[in-house]
T-cell receptor
């Protein structure tokens, strides 16, 4: 399975600032995604990170608020812009390896608290 | 549209008891995958199993077993002889057309010593 690392693992940020989260995978993967998990909730897909092109956002998420980059097949960043306390969540990077079937793995997550 | 329902929000058991987590899904696609993930208190999401829609064989892995019933659109998960380390939130998820995972609401399992 792919080994996924995320930086930072956690952060406490002031309202109105931005935070960029990095996701690094140890092998080339077919697809990369970003998810949000609000406190006590399930996971919600923010967007699909497309290599070399703009990310594909889900309903309710916009590029201005959550800009995403994916410069190559093993790395992606998610920025949470102009943060408010409602953005306090765990943000998870996820990758798909389409070998021997479809397997989707998740990074350790970034725990964000906005004050 | 895809939907996954985990009706049990929290289950509390005493160590060594068996616990079964229910998962019911909805999709119009004939080809799809079902997943179970474990999220311990540390927060990471641990992949447990993937099952495709054409494989209805039940599976056992150690103390874990899964029962896939296409006729009732269910993919239930049983932990046999539960241990304190099994305490976590468990998510069932569905992948159908569009390559996007849809998660259930999760079931929190608390195993008391």
């Amino acid at each position: 399975s792919a080994v996924i690392s995320q930086k930072p693992s956690r952060d406490i940020c002031q309202r109105g600032t931005s935070l960029t989260i990095q996701c690094q995978v140890d092998s080339q993967v077919t697809m990369m995604f970003w998810y949000r998990q609000q406190p006590g909730q399930s996971l919600t897909l923010i967007a699909t990170a497309n290599q070399g092109s703009e990310a594909t956002y889900e309903s309710g998420f916009v590029i201005d608020k959550f800009p995403i980059s994916r410069p190559n097949l093993t790395f992606s960043t998610l920025t949470v812009s102009n943060m408010s306390p409602e953005d306090s969540s765990i943000y998870l990077c996820s990758v798909v390896q389409a070998v021997a079937g479809y397997e989707q793995y998740f990074g350790p997550g970034t725990r964000l608290t906005v004050t | 549209a895809q939907k996954v329902t985990q009706a049990q929000t929290e289950i509390s058991v005493v160590e060594k008891e068996d616990v079964t987590l229910d998962c019911v899904y909805e999709t119009r696609d004939t080809t799809y995958y079902l997943f179970w993930y474990k999220q311990p208190p540390s927060g990471e999401l641990v992949f447990l199993i993937r099952r495709n829609s054409f494989d209805e064989q039940n599976e056992i892995s150690g103390r874990y077993s899964w029962n896939f019933q296409k006729s009732t659109s269910s993919f239930n998960f049983t932990i046999t002889a539960s241990q304190v380390v099994d305490s976590a939130v468990y998510f069932c998820a569905l992948l159908a057309a569009g390559n996007k995972l849809t998660f259930g609401g999760g079931t929190r399992v608390l195993v008391k010593p």
